[in-house]
């Protein structure tokens, strides 16, 4: 009991060296996700005590960088969740194709196979040309990673089939070269893609957006910053424009549940009432 009381103080201690030393705040994630990835962390690390992996980031810059790995979990997928890009495609395109331009922010957007996803949905219905993405994430390595568009050989098959039943239109291997066991992405996908550092938990709005997507971001935040976000796409957002989010987000114990209806609920896609 001793011992998990001590392993929670240290872990807020942990949480506000690094905001007090880097500047991230993950003061308003969500207590049990934290707590996880700092565990898995210390193994990693070979570390007995959470004190000592405090002691570790603050004296290393470069082991910090590490531990943001584990606390920003950088996993993705193109076309996840499938049915949702469908939807896209059928319910909300039809209402993007009656601007002249588009500006699209995507949140969180990790190592960005969600980006790709989307720049090949808008290349199909003859909208990228005319729209401006930004791919923000809060982690420098995965946005790196997402700026080059090479993502192993192994993920493709799965790709795939998620493109199919996303309703892709072509052949998914019209977007990539296969380099040995690589997949590297038509750079023209990237063109009107910019990449940016972007926190959801510090920043504030930076642009006036048609279409927002924040998948499977909120749900390591706590309510109150969940809240803090829906905030910034409120205000970001155009008069009717979209907001979209995983499958296991929610407007709806939201203060903002108001200011959204549900265009395609089970897909979790919304519109700014
Ligand atoms: C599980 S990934 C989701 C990636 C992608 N959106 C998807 O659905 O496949 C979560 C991402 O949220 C990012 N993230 C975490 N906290 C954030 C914050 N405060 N502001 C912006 N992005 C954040 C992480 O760095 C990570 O890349």
């Not at 590490?66 to 993705?76: A, D, H, K, W, Y």
């Not at 469908?86 to 319910?91: G, H, Y």
């Not at 910034?232 to 424009?241: D, I, Q, V």
């Amino acid at each position: 009991m001793s011992h998990e009381r001590n392993a929670d103080i240290e872990l807020r201690l942990l949480i506000e060296a690094i905001y007090l030393k880097y500047s991230y705040d993950f003061r308003d994630y969500s207590g049990a996700s934290v707590k996880r990835r700092v565990a898995h962390a210390l193994r990693q690390f070979e570390l007995k005590t959470i004190s000592a992996l405090q002691e570790r980031v603050l004296h290393d810059p470069s082991a910090f960088m590490q531990l943001l790995q584990f606390l920003t979990i950088p996993v993705s997928e193109m076309f996840r969740d499938p049915s949702h890009f469908l939807a896209i495609r059928q319910e909300v395109v039809p209402v993007l194709k009656t601007y002249p331009s588009l500006k699209i922010w995507i949140a969180g957007c990790s190592t960005g196979e969600e980006v790709y996803s989307m720049a090949i949905l808008l290349r199909e219905e003859g909208l990228l040309d005319r729209a401006i993405i930004y791919a923000t994430d809060i982690n420098p390595s995965s946005l790196e990673k997402a700026k080059q568009g090479i993502f192993s050989m192994d993920h493709i098959p799965g790709y795939n089939t998620n493109y199919l039943k996303a309703g892709g239109k072509r052949q998914f291997s019209d977007y990539y070269t296969a380099a040995y066991d690589h997949a590297i992405f038509d750079k023209k996908l990237r063109e009107n893609v910019t990449f940016a550092d972007h926190s959801l938990a510090t920043d504030s709005v930076f642009s006036e957006t048609q279409l927002i997507s924040c998948r499977n971001v909120l749900i390591y935040f706590n309510k109150k910053l969940q809240d803090r976000a829906f905030g910034l796409f409120h205000e970001s957002l155009c008069h009717r424009g979209f907001l979209v989010l995983g499958s296991k987000e929610t407007l709806d114990f939201s203060g903002y549940k108001d200011q959204f209806e549900p265009l395609v609920k089970q897909e979790r896609i919304y519109r700014k009432s």
